[in-house]
């Protein structure tokens, strides 16, 4: 099954349900950067919520970036999505491979609970929209929902999961939020809760040979599916983005990689793609800078 975003709501209109199926989205970003288990796991699942939240972005140009840093093995986890469902994300530490006692991904120890989520919003205004809440759990679902209760007032369930194969793979990877609307009824919020408590994993929803439209109308039979939106491994770099970095350098270390280095390779963190300058380029972004 594909990729892809469903944007719904249920309960007469007072709950608001995303979903996402995220299986290569996910995939994708582990061969990238090579991760193990765990890391894949806590990776995955932080970027298939910033493509959630991202999907209510009206604006293609617009952008949430999330950054969660617990202070754990697997380091500071960075991800960045976008209105059209671009999604690219990086781990501190691809390596880590932790398992608890119950033989699941010990997900929540790697991301550790020392640290912060921090969620920027930009929507085109001057300046974007920032909330920072200390980590609660590390397992991201919680620590996302935390998020959404204090920083945007708004209760939300937020189930995410990654599920590794026995080659070490990525199975599946999916994700879903539910939000109760302003003066949700007392009835209403009973209904979410016990749709939680009774759900699968969501990563045993989405390895299913079924439509995202379907797993919602499972946990939702009166669900009405608003629509329909990609979501992708993708990643924006580009030369001119790192020649840009280049100019904000001094003289000296530009100097320096002409006279010396002869030249520059400069590596892009989220997909690895590497960027030459030769001293010609150098030179030219040298002389720019002063005619600027």
Not at 32 to 37: D, E, K, R, Y
Not at 166 to 178: R, Y
């Given at each position: 099954?594909n990729d892809?975003?469903?944007?719904a709501?249920?309960?007469?209109g007072?709950?608001?349900?995303?979903?996402?199926?995220?299986?290569?989205?996910v995939?994708?970003?582990?061969?990238?950067?090579?991760?193990?288990?765990?890391s894949a796991?806590?990776?995955g699942?932080?970027?298939?919520v910033?493509?959630?939240?991202?999907?209510d972005?009206?604006?293609?140009?617009?952008?949430?970036?999330?950054?969660?840093?617990?202070?754990?093995?697997c380091?500071?986890?960075?991800?960045q999505?976008?209105?059209?469902?671009?999604?690219?994300?990086l781990?501190?530490?691809?390596g880590v491979h932790m398992v608890?006692?119950?033989?699941?991904?010990a997900?929540?120890?790697?991301?550790?609970?020392?640290g912060s989520l921090?969620?920027?919003?930009?929507m085109?205004?001057?300046?974007?929209?920032t909330?920072?809440?200390?980590l609660?759990t590390g397992e991201?679902?919680?620590?996302f929902?935390?998020y959404?209760?204090?920083?945007?007032?708004t209760?939300?369930?937020?189930?995410v999961g990654?599920?590794?194969?026995?080659d070490?793979s990525?199975n599946?990877?999916g994700g879903?939020?539910?939000?109760?609307l302003?003066?949700?009824?007392?009835?209403?919020i009973?209904?979410?809760?016990?749709?939680?408590?009774?759900?699968k994993h969501?990563s045993?929803?989405?390895?299913?040979?079924r439509?995202v439209?379907d797993i919602v109308k499972?946990?939702?039979?009166?669900?009405?599916?608003l629509?329909?939106?990609?979501?992708?491994?993708h990643?924006d770099?580009s030369?001119?983005?790192f020649?840009d970095?280049?100019a904000?350098l001094?003289?000296?270390d530009?100097?320096?990689?002409?006279?010396?280095?002869?030249g520059?390779e400069i590596?892009?963190?989220?997909?690895?793609?590497?960027?030459q300058?030769?001293?010609a380029?150098?030179?030219?972004?040298?002389e720019?800078?002063?005619?600027?």
């Amino acid at each position: 099954m594909n990729d892809e975003i469903v944007i719904a709501e249920a309960l007469q209109g007072q709950v608001r349900i995303h979903a996402a199926r995220t299986t290569a989205m996910v995939s994708e970003a582990q061969k990238i950067h090579n991760c193990a288990p765990t890391s894949a796991a806590a990776l995955g699942r932080t970027m298939t919520v910033a493509a959630l939240m991202a999907s209510d972005l009206k604006n293609p140009n617009e952008h949430v970036k999330v950054r969660i840093d617990g202070k754990g093995p697997c380091g500071a986890i960075n991800v960045q999505a976008d209105g059209a469902g671009n999604v690219r994300g990086l781990i501190g530490n691809p390596g880590v491979h932790m398992v608890r006692s119950d033989g699941h991904l010990a997900v929540g120890q790697a991301v550790g609970i020392n640290g912060s989520l921090t969620v920027s919003r930009d929507m085109g205004l001057k300046e974007p929209f920032t909330g920072i809440v200390p980590l609660q759990t590390g397992e991201i679902g919680d620590d996302f929902a935390y998020y959404y209760a204090v920083s945007e007032q708004t209760p939300s369930v937020v189930a995410v999961g990654v599920l590794i194969d026995t080659d070490l793979s990525v199975n599946s990877a999916g994700g879903l939020i539910f939000q109760l609307l302003p003066n949700a009824e007392e009835e209403v919020i009973e209904a979410v809760e016990k749709v939680a408590r009774e759900m699968k994993h969501v990563s045993e929803y989405m390895k299913e040979e079924r439509s995202v439209d379907d797993i919602v109308k499972e946990l939702f039979p009166d669900a009405a599916i608003l629509s329909h939106k990609p979501v992708q491994w993708h990643c924006d770099c580009s030369k001119d983005h790192f020649a840009d970095a280049l100019a904000t350098l001094h003289d000296k270390d530009l100097k320096d990689m002409i006279e010396e280095d002869h030249g520059a390779e400069i590596v892009c963190d989220y997909c690895h793609k590497a960027y030459q300058f030769t001293e010609a380029e150098l030179q030219q972004i040298l002389e720019g800078k002063h005619r600027a």
